[in-house]
């Protein structure tokens, strides 16, 4: 049972837009701590996607993007394109963990 | 290039030790922090350790505590992870990952970049 909460999996047709929820706690995304996503295509090891609630580092397309409210923080993509097929990880910290980074369980995204 | 390359996994009996390390380049190492993440196979992402840019300060899962050991060198451009006591549940992709140093003196950012591929841990008998 992961600290902070991801849909299982999610799809969308080429074109579409999706968008991945990630849902924490007071004493994680509540309690003011930015969220990270990071990418992971087939076979590979994960990829800094978002940074700090809403960044892109450099190279990253702006069909994806980053949002946080309260406890939750989302990721969107629009113009879903066939190698966007991947799992998504959101992360943060926590408190009540001694401040250590926590994962979400991930999301594995389909394109149909 | 920014690169991490990790190297050490393999076999391993239940209660036997392994020794991963990860070889850095293309970015100034010893102003990182240094971590490692694990994923066991089909499961998600899982922070297992973290030890500042100057070794002084170490952290640990619950999971791991008492039986893994981080330490790197920065002259060598290397972290290491002693895995000692190892369990079944302690097969994983084991990738190292850095943090960049902060705005702020003695701080470092909240992500997670660069990555390293991954090395595959099995404890099995």
């Known amino acids: 049972q992961s600290v902070l909460t991801q849909p299982p999996s999610v799809s969308g047709a080429p074109g579409q837009r999706v968008t991945i929820s990630c849902t924490g706690s007071s004493s994680n995304i509540g309690a003011g701590y930015d969220v990270h996503w990071y990418q992971q295509l087939p076979g590979t090891a994960p990829k800094l996607l978002i940074y700090g609630n809403s960044n892109r580092p450099s190279g990253v397309p702006d069909r994806f993007s980053g949002s946080k409210s309260g406890t939750s923080a989302s990721l969107a993509i629009t113009g879903l394109q066939a190698e966007d097929e991947a799992d998504y990880y959101c992360?943060?910290?926590?408190?009540?963990?001694?401040?250590?980074?926590?994962f979400g369980g991930g999301t594995q995204l389909t394109v149909l | 290039e920014v690169q991490l390359v990790e190297s050490g996994g393999g076999l391993v009996k239940p209660g036997g030790s392994l020794r991963l390390s990860c070889a850095a380049s293309g970015f100034t190492f010893s102003s990182y922090s240094m971590n490692w993440v694990r994923q066991a196979p089909g499961k998600g992402l899982e922070w297992v350790s973290s030890?500042?840019?100057?070794?002084?300060?170490?952290y640990y899962a619950d999971s791991v505590k008492g039986r893994f050991t981080i330490s790197r060198d920065n002259a060598k451009n290397s972290l290491y992870l002693q895995m000692n006591s190892l369990r079944a549940e302690d097969t994983a992709v084991y990738y190292c990952?850095?943090?960049?140093?902060?705005?702020?003196?003695?701080?470092?950012?909240?992500?997670?970049?660069?990555w390293g591929q991954g090395t595959l841990v099995t404890v099995s008998s």
């Open positions: 990952a850095g943090r960049p140093k902060g705005p702020r003196y003695g701080d470092y950012e909240d992500w997670f970049d660069p």
């Open positions: 992360q943060s910290y926590d408190s009540s963990l001694s401040g250590h980074a926590v």
């Open positions: 030890i500042s840019s100057s070794s002084s300060y170490i």
